[in-house]
Each structure stands twice: as C-alpha cells, then as structure tokens.
C-alpha cells in the first residue's frame, strides 16, 4: 500500500512505495541502482518487477536506466485462487481490491497529484530562471515606464486634487452598497473554490490496463478483468472511465504469483530514451553491459561491432569523462550510429570508424574496456571469425572484456 503523503518536500515525504518493472535477469541491476541512485529503502523483487520506497522527486525517478517501466504502488497481494472457485466469486474478489481498502487507492491518488504539481512547479521555475539576460532587459523596460509613470502622475496631481473632495462625497453615499457587494463577491468565490475542489474529485477520469498470466489468464480475459475492476472503481469514487484520454491510468497484474496494482508515473516508458533516436540493443541492457565494465573517468572504451552504438551512448551518458570508439562494417548501422550521436548531442564524445573487427586499427594496450553485442544466433552466422574476433580482443592485454551474447 502507498504511504501517505506527509510534509511539503521535493519528494514524498514519509516515502512512497514504487515498483519498476524489469527485463529478465535486470532485477538485480535495478534492485542495486535504486538503492544508490534514490537511497530506496525497503527493497525486494519478485519475477520482473522491483519494490522500493523513496522520498525522491520526478527528476530523480526518471534518471533510472535499467527500468522499462515505473508505478506506483496501491496494493500488492496474494494471488486469486481459481482452481475451484466461480468465474462469479473471483469477479467479486477482484472487486474486492477496491471495496475492501479504499483508503490506500485515495492515498495512491494523492501522492501522484503532489508529485505532479511539485514537478509542475519546479518546471515553471526552471523556465522563469532559464534567460537572466532577458530578464534584465525586462526590468530595464519596466524602470523606464516607471519614470514616465511618474512624470505623467506630476501632471495629473492638480487636477486630482480639484477633484477629490468630489470623491470623497460619492465614495462615503455608496459606502454601505460597496461593503454588502464586496461580501457577495467574497462569498462567490468561496463557493466556486468549493465547487471546483468537489468537481476535481469526482470528475477523474481514468482507464484500467489489465495483465493476466498463468492460470488466471485460462480463466477469464483481461478485458473482462479490466472491466471488473473499472465498474467497482466508479462506483466507490465516481470516477469516470475514459479509455482515449484519461487523468489517470491503473495498471494491474494477475497471475499465478501475486496481484498488483499501481499507477504509471510517466506516460513514456523509462526505456524509451528520448536521445536515442534509432533503437538497436535494448537500452537497459545495454546500460546493464556498461555498468558490469566498471568504467572510470578517462579510459578509453571500445565497442567493435557497434551497430547503431546503443551501448557507447548510454555509456557516454553515465560516464562522460571518457574516449570512446565504436567500430562497424556496416554502412547502413554506422549511419544510424551517427544519427543516434548527433540526437543525443554526443558526437564529440564518441568516435566512428569503419573497419572490421578482426583488422581493429589501434596499438595493443591502447584500450582499457572492451564492451561489445556480438551477433550470435542463426541470424548472424560468424563460423570461424568468431576465434579471429575473440583474438583480435584479446590482443590487448590489459582491458575489461563485456560481451552479450544473443539467444539462439
């Protein structure tokens, strides 16, 4: 269950709980990744998701690599039991993920409204502090209106003066009408505040996104599953369901292991890096390959068959105090390679060359890390070359070798 919110820091306050969900085998990259990066306490894992507690803010949350996807965390349970039970009483159980604990859904609601405005606000500021330069010229101008200001109010003083005995006469008949309109105007503005905290609260629209695996999936659908869970939830709240444009999505997953629910923090998967402008090897993977190579600042780094240089890239994104060198004998993949560079605004960070793994153009001992996706499998058949490429890197004797190699 969701924490609940406490004082007004850049963060949750007590901690909210989150899980990320994860690629096979990635638990551990994760698990080790939000415990330095957000000081996440609280840790645990299950089969492709990670559990943690944080006080971090957006900014902190989105700098995670080795997640595809961030929630948080409403309810995480036990799994439904199928084997002989109803189709009709699981429904019901399921509703029950609602109607039972209605508080940790609301408390959910409010973590993810405060993370947003704080972000909005941190957003605005940013933007307001982003040109000083402009900024000056503005106050410049507003002096300058100042002083005309002034000087136009000289002039008028005389003839304000003739006239404010007037003023005063009108002001003090109309006196008791002012007063009870003002006390209208106030009340008003109470109700329509009012009004609009009533109408935040009950129109939140909002779509369910339903996972089944397993025996619950032999069941039922997800669909009916999903649309369950939404009837339940616009009967407790109110909420309206919205299936195109929603405030807010709810994700859940039922399967043989466990139940969860929570809510997606960003729109975009964590994995879908907005500096990578041509996907090639999974970015989280290839995070995972560079953070296993220990890279420290200075080194120089080598990917041999670097394809569309997804690995240099999240590489130079971590550690930039680094020269690193990617090498392809594609035409088409060095030309994405560079695309990719110039999007992510790495071109001088990372150096392309043209040339095969085997015929490498560099010194022994002028690499320290060697991090390379070789194309193992059916469809990329190396036969032979394959001892070539593994003694052309070998050749340089003091390095750190970081391979991944493909599924059959």
């Known amino acids: 269950m969701a924490a609940v919110p406490g004082g007004r820091r850049s963060g949750p ?31 645990e894992y299950i089969s492709g998701k990670v559990f943690f507690t944080t006080c971090s803010d957006l900014n902190m949350l989105k700098k995670l690599k080795s997640a595809e996807r961030l ?20 429904f019901n159980e399921m509703q029950r993920l609602t109607n039972d604990d209605p508080e940790s859904w609301l408390n959910a609601i409010s973590i993810w409204k405060n993370l947003l405005e704080l972000n909005a606000k941190k ?25 005309k200001t002034a000087e136009m109010q000289e002039i008028q003083e005389k003839k304000e003066c003739q006239v404010e005995k007037q003023i005063e006469e009108e002001t003090l008949e109309q006196g008791n009408f002012t007063t009870k309109r003002d006390k209208s105007q106030e009340e008003l503005q109470n109700d329509v505040a009012e009004a609009v905290d009533t109408h935040n609260q009950n129109d939140l629209t909002f779509r369910v996104s339903c ?15 999903g649309r369950v869970i939404g009837i339940a939830l ?7 369901a919205d299936l195109r444009n929603p405030n807010v999505e709810i994700f859940i997953h039922l399967s043989d292991i466990y139940c969860v ?24 993977i290839a995070w995972a390959m560079a953070s296993l190579a220990e890279i420290k600042a200075g080194a120089v780094v080598l990917d041999p068959m670097c394809g569309l240089g997804t690995i240099l890239l999240e590489a ?18 060095l030309l994405g390679a560079c695309d990719n560079l110039k999007a992510a605004g790495l071109k001088d960070k990372i150096e392309l060359l043209k040339v095969s793994v085997i015929e490498l153009p560099l010194p022994s001992e002028s690499v320290d890390t060697i991090i390379s996706d070789i194309p193992f499998g059916k469809k990329f058949k190396l036969g032979k070359d394959i001892k070539h490429i593994i003694q052309e890197m070998e050749s340089n004797n003091n ?7 493909r599924e059959v």
């Open 316 to 333: 130079a994104k971590e550690w930039p105090d680094v020269y690193y060198v990617g090498a392809d004998v594609s035409d088409s993949q």
């Open 399 to 405: 390095f750190t070798y970081v391979k991944c190699f």
């Open 13 to 43: 306050a007590a901690g909210a709980r989150f899980f990320c969900t994860a690629g096979r085998g990635l638990e551990p990259f994760l698990m080790r990744e939000v415990r330095s990066r957000l000081a996440a306490t609280q840790v």
């Open 71 to 90: 929630f948080l965390l409403i309810k995480k349970q036990l799994p439904f039991n199928v084997s002989s039970v109803s189709k009709g009483k699981i």
């Open 123 to 147: 957003v605005k500021l940013s933007q307001k502090n982003a040109n000083p330069l402009k900024r000056k010229v503005g106050e410049n101008d507003i002096i300058a209106k100042k002083l």
């Open 261 to 284: 629910v929570g809510i997606p923090v960003f729109r975009v998967p964590l994995a879908s890096r907005a500096y990578i402008k041509t996907a090639g090897l999974r970015s989280t």
């Open 234 to 240: 616009m009967k407790q709240f109110g909420w309206k």
């Open 211 to 225: 996972r089944c695996s397993g025996a619950i999936a032999k069941t039922f659908t997800a669909q009916e599953a």
